[in-house]
T-cell receptor, first 113, second 115 residues
Framework: GESVGLHLPTLSVQEGDNSIINCAYSNSASDYFIWYKQESGKGPQFIIDIRSNMDKRQGQRVTVLLNKTVKHLSLQIAATQPGDSAVYFCAEKPLGRYSTLTFGKGTMLLVSP | EAQVTQNPRYLITVTGKKLTVTCSQNMNHEYMSWYRQDPGLGLRQIYYSMNVEVTDKGDVPEGYKVSRKEKRNFPLILESPSPNQTSLYFC??????????????FGQGTRLTVV
C-alpha cells in the first residue's frame, strides 16, 4: 500500500549530524504542542511536548523550541542516528482535559550511515 | 506492557459490507480516539470518547460509528464502507487528569482497503 511518507518534505542527514525539523502551526489559541515520531509500519510515538509559557524544552538528545510570535515550532535531534529515520510531525491543541489535537502533515527524516 | 491493540492489522473488503475494527487498551485510560491517516493530509480525528458511554465526533466522522461500552474497548464501525474510506486507521488513548495530556499511546494501525 501507499506509504504515508510519500508527498512529505524530506530532510536527509548523515549519521552524527544534528537535525532540525520545523513546523508552522496555525491556531494562535493553541497552548500545548507535541512532537511525534512515526516509523514505517508503526503507530505514532510521543517524543516530547512543550507548553506555550515555555520557549524551550529538552529531552534526551531532543530539544523543542517554540516561537509564538511567528507560530513556529522546531525539533532538534542531536547526533542523529540511523534509528532516528522516520516521519516526524507536530501537533497542537488548546490546554484542557478534553480539547483535541490538530496534527501537522509531517517531515520525513532520512539518516545515512 | 502498556499498549493499545488494534485488530485486524490489514483488511480488504468490498463496498457496503459492514466491518468493525477493534481497539483495546490496558492502561485504564479514560480518553480514547480514532484517527485516519492519508498521504498529504496527515492524521485526522474521526471520533473520540472521554469515558464509558461518552462519545463525540471528531473532524471526519461521516461514514463511521463508535461505541464505548467498556473502558478498555473502543471499536470503530463502518456500516457501509466505501472506497473513500480506504486509509490507515489508528486508535489512541491518553490519561486524563492534567492539562498537559495528549495521545501518548497509539495502536499499530489498521490498513483498510475498500474495493
Amino acid at each position: 500500500g501507499e506509504s504515508v511518507g510519500l508527498h512529505l518534505p524530506t530532510l536527509s542527514v548523515q549519521e552524527g549530524d544534528n537535525s532540525i525539523i520545523n513546523c508552522a502551526y496555525s491556531n494562535s489559541a493553541s497552548d500545548y504542542f507535541i512532537w511525534y515520531k512515526q516509523e514505517s509500519g508503526k503507530g505514532p510515538q510521543f517524543i516530547i511536548d512543550i507548553r506555550s509559557n515555555m520557549d524551550k524544552r529538552q529531552g534526551q538528545r531532543v530539544t523543542v523550541l517554540l516561537n509564538k510570535t511567528v507560530k513556529h515550532l522546531s525539533l532538534q535531534i542531536a547526533a542523529t542516528q540511523p534509528g532516528d529515520s522516520a516521519v516526524y510531525f507536530c501537533a497542537e491543541k488548546p490546554l484542557g482535559r478534553y480539547s483535541t489535537l490538530t496534527f501537522g502533515k509531517g517531515t520525513m527524516l532520512l539518516v545515512s550511515p | 506492557e502498556a499498549q493499545v491493540t488494534q485488530n485486524p492489522r490489514y483488511l480488504i473488503t468490498v463496498t457496503g459490507k459492514k466491518l468493525t475494527v477493534t481497539c483495546s487498551q490496558n492502561m485504564n485510560h479514560e480518553y480514547m480516539s480514532w484517527y485516519r491517516q492519508d498521504p498529504g493530509l496527515g492524521l485526522r480525528q474521526i471520533y473520540y470518547s472521554m469515558n464509558v458511554e461518552v462519545t463525540d465526533k471528531g473532524d471526519v466522522p461521516e461514514g463511521y460509528k463508535v461505541s464505548r461500552k467498556e473502558k478498555r474497548n473502543f471499536p470503530l464501525i463502518l456500516e457501509s464502507p466505501s472506497p473513500n474510506q480506504t486509509s490507515l486507521y489508528f486508535c489512541a488513548s491518553r490519561e486524563q487528569g492534567n492539562l498537559m495530556n495528549t495521545e501518548a499511546f497509539f495502536g499499530q494501525g489498521t490498513r483498510l482497503t475498500v474495493v
